[in-house]
C-alpha cells in the first residue's frame, strides 16, 4: 500500500520560504510515477501547485512558477516543495500525492495516457504569520 | 487561470440520484479525456473517485459515474447514501497544468 506523509514547519513568516517534504513508503520513487503538490486554503477549493518525474523533470502552476520549487531526492525516497516570498494568502493545508500520467491497459495491451492523483497524503497546515 | 465551474451545493434524499458538473473551456474539460473527481470528507484528504471521465478505481461503488459533455463533466451519484455527504472536486488535465473545480458541498437530506 503506497503511503504519503507530509512534513514540515506549520508557522512561516510572511516573505520567508516555505518548505515541505513528503516521503512516501510502500513504493519506489525511483520506480516511476510522477509526484505532486496541492494545497486547499481554509474554507476553499484545491489548487495544484506542480509535480515532479523521478528524473527530476518538473512543471508548475504558472501563477505560482515564479516562486515553487518541486525536487525529488530517491535516495530518501521523498520530494519536498520549496514556495518563497509567501504572504497570508498562502496560508493552506498541504497536501502530497502521487500522479498517474498513464498506465497499461492489461484488457487492450496498450499504454494509456491519464492523468490523476490516486493516492494522497493527510496533509499539513501551513500558517503564513509574523 | 480560473477554477472550473462547480455548482456550490446540491443535495438529495437517500436512494434518489445526484448530478455535480463541472464547466470547463476546450482548453480543459473540452480538450483531454482527463476529468477526475475526488471526494473529500471534513478534515480528510481528498479520495479519488472517479478518473479518465468515466472510469472507477477499484473499490469505489459502482453508484459513481462520470461522463462529458463538450465542455462540461459530470459525477452522478445513485443511490445515495448517507455517507456520500462530502465535499466533491472536479479536476482536469490542460496541457501541462491540472485545473481544479471550485468544489461543491453534497448534503444527503
Known amino acids: 500500500q503506497v503511503q504519503l506523509q507530509e512534513s514540515g514547519p506549520g508557522l512561516v513568516k510572511p516573505s520567508e520560504t516555505l518548505s515541505l517534504t513528503c516521503a512516501v513508503s510502500g513504493y519506489s520513487i525511483s520506480s516511476g510515477y510522477y509526484w505532486g503538490w496541492i494545497r486547499q486554503p481554509p474554507g476553499k477549493g484545491l489548487e495544484w501547485i506542480g509535480s515532479?518525474?523521478?528524473?527530476?523533470?518538473?512543471y508548475y502552476n504558472p501563477s505560482l512558477k515564479s516562486r515553487v520549487t518541486i525536487s525529488v531526492d530517491t535516495s530518501k525516497n521523498q520530494f519536498s516543495l520549496k514556495l518563497s516570498s509567501v504572504t497570508a494568502a498562502d496560508t493552506a493545508v498541504y497536501y502530497c500525492a502521487r500522479l498517474i500520467r498513464g498506465y497499461y491497459d492489461i484488457l487492450t495491451g496498450s499504454y494509456e495516457d491519464a492523468y490523476y492523483f490516486d493516492y494522497w497524503g493527510q496533509g499539513t497546515l501551513v500558517t503564513v504569520s509574523s | 487561470q480560473s477554477a472550473l465551474t462547480q455548482p456550490r451545493s446540491v443535495s438529495g434524499s437517500p436512494g434518489q440520484s445526484v448530478t455535480i458538473s463541472c464547466t470547463g473551456t476546450?482548453?480543459?474539460?473540452?480538450?483531454?479525456?482527463?476529468v477526475s473527481w475526488y471526494q473529500q470528507h471534513p478534515g480528510k484528504a481528498p479520495k479519488l473517485m472517479i478518473y479518465d471521465v468515466s472510469k472507477r478505481p477499484s473499490g469505489v461503488p459502482d453508484r459513481f459515474s462520470g461522463s462529458k459533455s463538450g465542455n462540461t463533466a459530470s459525477l452522478t451519484i445513485s443511490g445515495l447514501q448517507a455517507e456520500d455527504e462530502a465535499d466533491y472536486y472536479c479536476?482536469?488535465?490542460?496541457?501541462?497544468?491540472?485545473?481544479f473545480g471550485g468544489g461543491t458541498k453534497l448534503t444527503v437530506l
Open positions: 479536476c482536469s488535465y490542460a496541457g501541462s497544468y491540472h485545473r
Open positions: 476546450s482548453s480543459d474539460v473540452g480538450g483531454y479525456n482527463y
Open positions: 515532479i518525474y523521478h528524473s527530476g523533470s518538473t
